[in-house]
C-alpha cells in the first residue's frame, strides 16, 4: 500500500529538541519532494518544510528556519524533521506529506505525530 | 498567520450547492499560482480534493468542483451529501512565503 508513516512524537519541555521521522512505502520516494506541514490543536494547517527529491534544495517556513532541520535518506525511504529551541506554539499534529505530481499539490500524506511543548 | 482567507463555516441541506471561497492577493493566487484543495475530517489527515484549480484526483466524486478567478478560487459542492460535512482547507503558493493554506472552512450540513 501506498502511504508515510511517522513516529517520534511526544512530550517536550521548552528548549528542547525532537526529531521526527516519516517511513515512505510502495512508491518511488527518491522521485518525490517531501514535505512537513503542522497543524496547531483546533487550528488550521501551517507549512513548516520542504525538500527536493535529491535532497539539494531545502525551504522552511520563518518561524521554523534556524530551529528546524529537514532531511532525506533515499536509501531508506525516510524523511526526518530535526526540531531544536521547541516553544509552547510548536505544540501541533505534524505530517509529512508528497508534493505528487499532480500540479504542485499534496497528493498523499500521513496519519500524523503529535508534538506537545509543555513544560 | 494564514494569507489565505476562507469563511469560518458554510452549511447547506443535503442536496443544494454550497461554495467556499477562498481570497487571497497578488503575491499568490494572483501572481498565478495553482489552486488545490483539501478535505479533512475530525482526527484525520487531509486528503487532495482538487488539484490545478479544477481538477479531481481518481475516485473524488464530480459534485466536487473547483475554480479560479484573479486573486480568489472556489470551491463548490453540489448535492450536498451528510458524508460532506468536514473541514476544507484551499492551498497555494506565495512568492515570499512558499507554500500557503486557507484559514479552513467547516461545511456544515443540516
Known amino acids: 500500500e501506498v502511504q508515510l508513516v511517522e513516529s517520534g512524537g511526544g512530550l517536550v519541555r521548552p528548549g528542547g529538541s525532537l526529531r521526527l521521522s516519516c517511513a515512505a512505502s510502495?512508491?518511488?520516494?527518491?522521485?518525490?519532494?517531501m514535505n512537513w506541514v503542522r497543524q496547531t490543536p483546533g487550528k488550521g494547517l501551517e507549512w513548516a518544510a520542504s525538500?527536493?527529491?535529491?535532497?539539494?534544495?531545502?525551504d522552511y517556513a520563518a518561524s521554523m528556519r534556524g530551529r528546524f532541520t529537514i532531511s532525506r535518506d533515499n536509501v531508506k525511504n525516510s524523511l526526518s524533521l530535526r526540531m531544536s529551541s521547541l516553544r509552547a506554539e510548536d505544540t501541533a499534529v505534524y505530517y509529512c506529506?508528497?508534493?505528487?505530481?499532480?500540479?504542485?499539490?499534496?497528493?498523499?500524506w500521513g496519519q500524523g505525530t503529535m508534538v506537545t511543548v509543555s513544560s | 498567520q494564514s494569507v489565505l482567507t476562507q469563511p469560518p463555516s458554510v452549511s447547506g441541506a443535503p442536496g443544494q450547492r454550497v461554495t467556499i471561497s477562498c481570497t487571497g492577493s497578488?503575491?499568490?493566487?494572483?501572481?498565478?499560482?495553482?489552486v488545490h484543495w483539501y478535505q479533512q475530517f475530525p482526527g484525520t489527515a487531509p486528503k487532495l480534493l482538487i488539484f490545478?484549480?479544477?481538477n479531481r484526483p481518481s475516485g473524488v466524486p464530480d459534485r466536487f468542483s473547483g475554480s479560479k478567478s484573479g486573486t480568489s478560487a472556489s470551491l463548490a459542492i453540489t448535492g450536498l451529501q451528510a458524508e460532506d460535512e468536514a473541514d476544507y482547507y484551499c492551498?497555494?503558493?506565495?512568492?515570499?512565503?512558499?507554500?500557503?493554506f486557507g484559514t479552513g472552512t467547516n461545511v456544515i450540513v443540516l
Open positions: 510502495a512508491f518511488s520516494f527518491s522521485d518525490y519532494s
Open positions: 506529506a508528497r508534493r505528487g505530481h499532480l500540479g504542485d499539490s499534496f497528493d498523499l
Open positions: 490545478g484549480n479544477n
Open positions: 525538500i527536493s527529491s535529491s535532497g539539494s534544495f531545502i
Open positions: 497578488s503575491s499568490n493566487i494572483g501572481a498565478g499560482y495553482d
Open positions: 492551498q497555494s503558493y506565495d512568492n515570499s512565503l512558499s507554500h500557503v
